[in-house]
Each structure stands twice: as C-alpha cells, then as structure tokens.
C-alpha cells in the first residue's frame, strides 16, 4: 500500500479504530454511525466493542452555488447549526428555508428506509461513540454531536479514521472525547486517504443495517 494511503478501505479503517477505542473500556457502548459511509465501519466498532449500531440522521445544507459546499446542517428534529462564514456564501434566508425543508423530508424518509419501525435507540445515559469515515468541513458531525447531546448520553465520544486539523478543532467542544487517527496537514478531501473508497449505496447501508438490527434483536432476546 503506498505511503499516501493511510486506510486500504474502509474495513481497515473500522478494524484500527476499533483497537483505539478498545482502551476506552466502554461497557455496552451505542454506536452511531453517520449513513451512509459510517456504516460499514460502524458494524465492525459494535462487532469489536459488543456495543449497539444504530445511525443518527444528519443531511448537509448545501450552498446554491455548490452543492458540496455546506452552509450547515440539520437532524432529524429539525434542528439546525448554520456555519459561520454563512453570511459570506450569498445564500439567501429564503434558499436556507427551502433546503432545511427539502433535508428535512430525506431525513424522515432515510429514518424509514433503515429502521423500518424499530424506534431509535435511546441515547440517554449510555455511552455512545458518533463514527463517520472521516471529517472534511466537520459540518455533519457537529450537527450529529448536538442532537445526540440534546438526548442526555453518559459520555459522547466522536470517532473518525481521519480528519482535516482544523475540523477537529471546529468540534474539538462539541464532544467529551474525541478520537481521531489521523489528522493529516495537507488535507484535501476524505478519499484521498483511502486505497479503495467506493461509494456506499443505499441498499447496502439498509441491508447491513438491518443484518445489525437482526443479530442485535437475537442477542437481546437470549440475555
């Protein structure tokens, strides 16, 4: 694997992760996974931790003039964390509006298209780790961070392979931990880090999800 390569993919990613968050001694920890690329590596965390998956649903708003540039984000209560350099995109109050509406429709649907109707799981008082397969803007995460705070968890732990330096400072407040592979100096994007990094589709997120939920259920029900 050349040295640019930090991850072969994202299981390689997962399985390193894991064994940092191992010395955490987390007992039975909820792990959330940002869809749709967090998901594969969160089923190995809640494989490797003995934890619980499960998502927390967060949608980009995007900038009119760049759909991949994020003006900030939203979950699925509707709550919003706008950038701060917002007032210097042009974006207009009324574009805001009409894009937290349209993220917010996705939101409940993606809640539908993964659970089905299994509830969330409860955060309150657990210790539950937010994983996504790494950090650009670190807009998403922060959004995931503040709503799953709202829901009153033991200890929120962020947990990324890698991330741009100045994201984790951006969310460095937003988490009591944060544990982070890597944080390159010359960052440019996520995928730049990976040998193979395709594209995680919905029909695989859900049916890996769901095999989770399944195995979870089983486990449960034998306790």
Known sequence: MPSSYLFKDRKDAARQLAQRLQLLRLHHPLILAIPRGAIPIGAILAR???????VVLVRKLSSPFDPEYAIGAIDERGNRLIADDYPQTDASRAWLEREAAEQLAVL???RADYSGTRPPADPCG???VIVDDGLATGATMAAALGAVRAELPLELIAAVPVAAPQSLQRIAGLADRMVCLH???RFA??????KRFPQVEQDEAVKLLRQCFAVQTAVSQND
């Not at 994007?189 to 990976?194: D, E, I, K, L, R």
């Open 108 to 110: 409940r649907e993606r």
């Open 183 to 185: 944080a390159p100096a």
């Open 48 to 54: 490797q931790l003995h934890g619980e998956l499960d």
């Open 126 to 128: 657990r210790h539950v």
């Open 189 to 194: 994007a996520v995928s730049q880090h990976y």
